[in-house]
RNA sequence: GCUCCCAUCGUCUAGUGGCCUAGGACACAGCCCUCUCAAGGCUGGUACACGAGUUCGAAUCUCGUUGGGAGCGCCA
C-alpha cells in the first residue's frame, strides 16, 4: 500500500513555521517511502477564510520547495460531497436533526462545567425523530454511547477515550453547511490518506474522527501527533518569535533549505548530526522517532544552520538570492561573476542572504564614504605613501591574482618595515570603506584593477585634499 | 472544573536498566590561527522537576506530587 500524507492548512491567517513544521513532516514522511503527498485547504469557515491567505501558503509551500503531488483540494468545492454523506447517514440513522437552540446548549454547558463535569451534549434530540417543519436545526453524529476508542499513535504510543467522554458532535450547521471535523474525515476517507501527520492539539478531536471514520465504513488512517512549537519565551508562538509568514524569512535572506534543516530538528534528531541535506532529511526522517514534547523556538540556532547552508551551497543559489536581495537596496546588476564571486568570498560571513547583500555593497556600488574610525585610524598622513606605492604597483602588476596582490602588499610592508596590517588595512579602509572585509588579496582581485586604483586615488584626496 | 498530553544543560537534543563522574549542537567565555571580519580548531561552565517503589544496579521501569500544554464552539 502506498503512503499518503497530506497537509491540510485553514486559510485564515498566515503560514508559519509551525504549520511549515508539520507539512514537513507530512511531506518527509511521504517521500521517505515513495508515496504522495496532498495539499487540502480547509476553508470551510467562509466568514475567516480569505483568497489572499491561500495564496500566502501557496506561496510559502513552493519557495520551501514542498510541492504536492496531489491538490491541492478545496473543501468549498466539495460541498456537494459533505452533503451526500449527511443525507445518507440521516436515512442511514447513524446522525440525527438536534432542534436544540444555542441558548439552551449555552445553559448545558454552564451547568455541567459549574457540576464539575465535563460539558458535552446530553442528547436530548437523539432518539425523537420526527421532523419538525419550519425550526432550524443542526445534525449531529451518532457517537457510540459505550466503549472506548484507542488512538495508535505513531508518536504518543497508544491513547485510549472513554466513548462517555465524547458527544454528539454537530456535522452540519443550521444553515447547512458541514463542519470541520466532520469535512476531514469524508477528505481523509474518500482521498486514501493513509497516515494523518497534525500538530497535537489535535489528539483530543481523533477519537471523534475515528467514529466517524468507522460510520463511513472507512478504516481509519494512522496518526502520528507532533508536539508543538512554542515561542522562544516558552510560551505560546507569537507573532513576537516565529509566527510571522514563512515569507519572511525569504525576505530576511533565509535559505529554504535552513528553515526545513532547523524545522526538522525541532522534535526530531538522527545521532549527532546537525546539519543536513534534503536528500538526508528524507533519507534519515522516520516519524517513529519523533518525540512527544514540545520545543522552543530558538531564532539564534536558525541563524547559525542558514549560515552554514550558505557556506555549503553552490554559487549560483546564492546569486540568485544575493541579486534579488541587492535589488531590495536598490542596486540591479545582472553581473553574474561579480554575484558569484561576491558568493563565495562572504559565504563564510554571512548569517543571511541580507546581511551578504549588505555588506557587500561596495562591489557593486561607489562606496559612501568611509567609516569614521577606520577612516581615522588607517587613513592618516603616515598611510599616504604606502597607499601611492599600493598604486604604483598595483598599476604595473601584469597579471591581476590575488596572489601577486597579496606579493605586492608583503613587499611594500617590508619596504616601510611596517606589519602587514599597515598595508592592508589601509588599502582595506580606501577599497571596501571599512576596516572589515574578506581577505584583502581576494578582495581587491575581485574588485578589479580599475576600481581598486580608482578608490585608492579618492582615499589619497581624502587624507590630503 | 473535566478529558487528554508532556517533563535531560538557558535552548534544540543523545540516551530504551550497567558503556553516564550524562554525549553532541546553538548561545556564552577564554585561547590558537590571522592583514580586518569571519570560518575552523582547542578549552570551560551549566541539566536527568520532586518523592516513593522495583532492582545487585535507574535519566532509563511503576506509582504519586508538582509544574507546563492542548481540547471541552452551529472555529478550524
Redesign the pocket.
Known sequence: MTVRTRF???P?GMLHIGGVRTALFSWLYAKHHGGTFILRV????R???TDEATQVILDGMQWLGLTADEGPYY?TRRMDRYREVIEQWLAEGKAYRCY???EH?DEL?AR??A???????DGRCRECAEHREGV???VRFKNPLDGSVVVDDQV??P????NT?L?D??IA???G?P???F?VVVDDSDMAITHVVRG??????TPRQINMLRALGATPPVYA?L??I?G?D???LSKRHGAVSVLQYQEEGYLPSALLNYLV?????Y??Q?VFTLGEMIQYFDIK?V????????P??L???N??HI?NAPASVLAVGLREQLASLDVHTEDQVMLEGVANILR????TLKEMAQTGLYFFREIDGYEEKSAKKNLTAEALPILQALIQSLQALPEWKAVAI?DV?TAISTQFAV???K???P??VAVCGS????????TVELLGRVVTLARLQRAQAFIAP
Open positions: 491540510a492548512p485553514s485564515t480547509e476553508d470551510t469557515d466568514e475567516r477564510s473543501q436544540c437552540t444555542k446548549l454547558r455541567q462545567m457540576a464539575k463535569q465535563n460539558p458535552r451534549y432550524p436545526y443542526v504518543h504510543g491513547v485510549v477515550f472513554e467522554q458527544d458532535l454537530i450547521r443550521s444553515d453547511t463542519t470541520y471535523n469535512c497535537d492539539d489535535h489528539l483530543n478531536n501527533h508536539p508543538m512554542l522562544a516558552g510560551a505560546k530538528r525541532l522534535g526530531w534528531s545521532g549527532d546537525e522517532d518525540n512527544k514534547s514540545a520545543s522552543a523556538f530558538n539564534e540556532k541563524l547559525w544552520l549560515q552554514q557556506m563564510e560571513r554571512a548569517k597579496h602588499i606589519g602587514m596590517g598595508v592592508a588595512q588599502l582595506r576596516g572589515v572585509s574578506p581577505p584583502i588579496d581576494t
